[in-house]
T-cell receptor, first 110, second 112 residues
Framework: DAGVTQSPTHLIKTRGQQVTLRCSPK?????VSWYQQALGQGPQFIFQ???????QRGNFPDRFSGHQFPNYSSELNVNALLLGDSALYLC?????????FGPGTRLLVL | AQSVTQLDSHVSVSEGTPVLLRCNYS??????LFWYVQHPNKGLQLLLK??????LVKGINGFEAEFKKSETSFHLTKPSAHMSDAAEYFC??????????FGAGTQVVVTP
């Protein structure tokens, strides 16, 4: 049984560009959450998707948007990238309350 | 609103000695609490969780944590540290709807 998978593993972008990160949840999980982890800090909640709808959102600007597909996979989109968006982006899936995390996508904005 | 405070940013222990990582939480309702571990360049792995059942929770790799409502604490312990325990540890409180609030993390160093 595959766990949570994320792609790509690493990404380099320049300021002002747009980026799309992808996540496939663990089998049987219908909820996907996204987190941003800056270097040396704990992960910060971006948003959560359930039944293709954004169910909860953290304190992130509208430049951060997402989508969930009928197969429960999800995308995180970030527009107008800033240097401060450089971080590890983690996806987590859950069927009840416990969340299981993928390995993350490391984004570097130059 | 909910929050979590990890009282130590760094903990250094000798191999074979006990490990104690301290976590205090704040929540307006009965919380669900978790400990996760993150090894370098790896994702987060669940160690254990508390969801209003037994107050002493046993997890993987010999770790356990005790929920103390009167002290609003959820400290993580292990009787005997192993070199492979060197990692970053995060205490997490959940709002019950899946929004996780992470602590700042505790870096554990294990010396031979």
């Amino acid at each position: 049984d595959a766990g949570v998978t994320q792609s790509p593993t690493h990404l380099i972008k320049t300021r002002g560009q747009q980026v799309t990160l992808r996540c496939s949840p663990k089998s049987g999980h219908d909820t996907v959450s996204w987190y941003q982890q800056a270097l040396g800090q704990g992960p910060q909640f971006i948003f959560q998707y359930y039944e293709e709808e954004e169910r909860q959102r953290g304190n992130f600007p509208d430049r951060f948007s997402g989508h969930q597909f009928p197969n429960y996979s999800s995308e995180l989109n970030v527009n107008a990238l800033l240097l401060g968006d450089s971080a590890l982006y983690l996806c987590a899936s859950s069927s009840k309350e416990t969340q299981y995390f993928g390995p993350g996508t490391r984004l570097l904005v130059l | 609103a909910q929050s979590v405070t990890q009282l130590d940013s760094h903990v250094s222990v000798s191999e074979g000695t006990p490990v104690l990582l301290r976590c205090n939480y704040s929540s307006s309702y009965s919380p669900s609490l978790f400990w996760y571990v993150q090894h370098p360049n790896k994702g987060l792995q669940l160690l254990l969780k508390y969801t209003s059942a037994a107050t002493l929770v046993k997890g993987i790799n010999g770790f356990e944590a005790e929920f103390k409502k009167s002290e609003t604490s959820f400290h993580l312990t292990k009787p005997s540290a192993h070199m492979s325990d060197a990692a970053e540890y995060f205490c997490v409180v959940s709002d019950g709807w899946g929004k996780f609030q992470f602590g700042a993390g505790t870096q554990v160093v294990v010396t031979p």
